[in-house]
Every structure is written in C-alpha cells, then in structure tokens.
C-alpha cells in the first residue's frame, strides 16, 4: 500500500451493530503480538451498517525515509525503516459480540496513488508472493534514459557526484544486468539473493567490487532488472555527461512510489538567502530630562535568521523529463546537494517538443534549516 493515499477498510455484515478493525504494524515481517492500533465504529444508522477505516495515516507514522547517500558496486540493503508491515483484521460487532472475518498483511511503502491510476493496484503484498515477483520504486518508465556528471575519475564516484541508486523490492533468485555502453560491451550480472526477498538500493552505473575487474563509469550502462523467472521488469539508460562550465546540482527526492531517486540539474544554479527578524523598541536611556543618545537608536533588532535559498536549471531534457519535476514538486522528503530542503517552486509549465524546441526546467528550493541553529 502506499502510506500518503488513503486505504479504505469496508466493513459491512448483515446484522452488524458495528466493526472493528486492528492493526499490527512493525518495519520488520515480524508483527507485534498484540494491536498497535483498534478502531471501532458503531453503524451510521438503523438502515446503514457500512462501515470505513482509513489506515494510512497509522502506518505511515512508522516509516521514516532516511538519507544514506552511499555506493555500494553490488547495492545496499534498504533501511528497514523506509516501509512498514501492516496486518490488519476485520471484526464485525454484534451488539458487543466481536466476530473475526479475515486477516490481511501489506507491506507500505510511503508513495502515493494517483487519482487517475484507474486499475493501479495500490498494494504491494508480502510473504511466498513476493518470492516470484519484483517492485521496482522509481517512477520514471522503463526504457527512460538519465545522464549523470562526468568527473574524468577512475572509479564511480561517491556522495554528491555518484551517479546514484534506484531502490528495488526483489524477490529471492532476482537478478540485475548491466550491460556497458561500448562498441564491444561487457554484461556484469548481480544476483540479488537466492534465498531471500530484499529490499535494496542498488546502483545505476556497474563496478566490480572486489576483486574491481570491470567499471562502465566511463561509457554508461543499460541497466535491467529481471523477476526470478526471467520477466524484464524494468530498463533504464545511464550516460555520463561532461558540463564544462557549470556545477551540477543533485537532487535526491522520494519519488510517488516511496523510494529514494537521484537527479542532476546540470545547468546554471543561483544560490540565494532570505533574512528574518524581529523589531521592538527598547527603553530609551536618558542622561537629563528630555536628552536622549542619539547613537542609541529607538529600535532594536531580536531574532535575526536566515534560509538559503537555491534555484537550478536542469539544462535541455527529454519531454518525458516532466514526470520527473512532477515527482519532485510532488515530494515531500528532498535533499538538495545533500542537504534537506523543500521546494518553492508551486507551478509549472509541463513543456511540449511541438510548442518549445529547447526544453529547460527551472524550480527554486529551499533548504529546511536555518542558518543561526534553532534545534528544538
């Protein structure tokens, strides 16, 4: 399920006086042994016995999307803290007389559905189901193609300058293949976990880790993520872009599907600063009556801060690049040069090829801190 869209729990027996609904919510497969939540309700009225609970917003308390801005050549293991289990049992209540219908076990993930995703499954089920298939957490479509900043070194990049990683929901025997960008190319394959389902952050661009044999950093690679049983579940293109004069900027954000992705605006950036403050008059000192220092003023000033502010440019894109500003005007977790912030920027011109030939995005930011620390 995705924890920012309302999931709706329907209880609607005949001859129910009432329901009830309890949740087991933990960030591990292993649920608590009693409730972390009961809802009850009585019937709306003699004649209507339906009914609703919406358990998103007690599920999302339970995950935090935590930065880890790291590389790792075989990918990293997902914060277990970036989803949560949820098993929810249905009650039916009959003057005080509780009767369990079912039981059903999500997994959360903190995206969202949007209201025209007719037919999207807003769920993502856990247990042996998850062993034969796979979730990849990026909301670009499969066969998009992203560029990363191309620094001239030997290796792929940590931090700032990493081309980034895609966080994955794969079943055991999952498998990942990258396949170099060359006229003779190299194909590296990563075999997930044959025993267990993971959630992982996995890197877009291959190197070999030990021993370091191979490294596509230079040329960019295909990568493609298959089922345990061979399906293509998804594809996606990464090159290396040289931006001579400019310093690209990244921008980490949670995407509609709840995992973490990585962007660069390669363009002109404008760093800027908003200042705040307090007045209030003070008392005045007088050394005779009616004489007053002049050099003293009658105001002063009391709570003085500031917010950086930033505005990028993401240089000429593709016109599927407008899913991408959408995701992050979207987002509410965004990191920009690795330091949190929240967009500005409240509307947007989506471009078309047909109306504008050079297609450049501009959003401002601002960064979620201010400058004279203020720590509650």
């Not at 200042?275 to 220092?293: A, E, G, H, P, R």
């Not at 899913?323 to 977790?333: A, D």
């Not at 601002?366 to 620390?373: H, K, L, R, T």
Request: include cysteine; glycine fraction near 6%.
């Amino acid at each position: 399920m995705y924890a920012r869209t309302p999931y709706l729990v329907e209880i609607a027996e005949a001859g129910q006086t009432g329901s009830k609904v309890e949740l087991f919510i933990a960030n591990s497969s292993t649920l608590p042994s009693t409730p972390t939540y009961v809802l009850k309700k009585n019937n709306p009225s003699a004649t209507n016995n339906k009914t609703r609970y919406d358990i998103a917003p007690f599920v999302r308390e339970f995950i935090k999307n935590t930065y880890q801005n790291v590389y790792n050549g075989d990918g990293t293991t997902s914060p277990s803290t970036h989803s949560a289990f949820v098993r929810i049992d249905r009650y039916k209540d009959v003057n005080g007389t509780f009767t369990l219908l079912n039981q059903t076990t999500l997994r959360a993930w903190d995206g969202y559905r949007s209201f025209t995703d007719i037919g999207f499954a807003p769920t993502i089920p856990w247990g042996s189901l998850l062993n034969n298939i796979g979730f990849p957490l990026i909301s670009s479509p499969s066969g998009s193609t992203f560029y990363y900043p191309y620094t001239g070194a030997s290796s792929v990049p940590t931090g700032l300058i990493s081309p980034g990683y895609i966080t994955v929901l794969l079943g055991a025997g999952a498998y990942v293949t990258y396949t170099e960008i060359a006229p003779t190319p190299q194909v590296a394959t990563i075999t997930i976990d044959t025993v267990n389902q993971r959630a992982i952050d996995l890197p877009v661009v291959f190197q070999q880790v030990s021993p370091t044999s191979a490294n596509f950093y230079d040329t960019g690679n295909v990568m493609r993520i298959y089922s345990p049983s061979n399906v293509l579940l998804y594809t996606a293109t990464f090159k290396p872009l040289r931006e001579c004069r400019y310093t690209p900027v990244p921008i980490d954000f949670v995407n509609k599907y709840g995992g973490w992705q990585r962007v660069h605006f390669f363009k002109a950036s404008m760093d800027k600063m908003n200042f705040t403050s307090d007045d209030y008059n003070f008392l005045t000192k007088m050394s005779t009556v009616n004489q007053w220092t002049v050099t003293d003023g009658q105001t002063r000033v009391m709570n003085r801060n500031g917010r950086k502010k930033i505005t990028v440019n993401s240089g000429s894109v593709d016109e599927s690049f407008k899913i991408i500003v959408e995701q992050i005007l979207m987002s509410e977790r965004i990191m920009v040069n690795g330091l949190p912030a929240k967009v500005l920027s409240n509307d947007i011109d989506f471009i078309k090829i047909v109306n504008k030939k050079d297609l450049n995005y501009t959003l401002e930011f601002e960064f979620s801190y201010d400058e004279s620390a203020t720590v509650y």
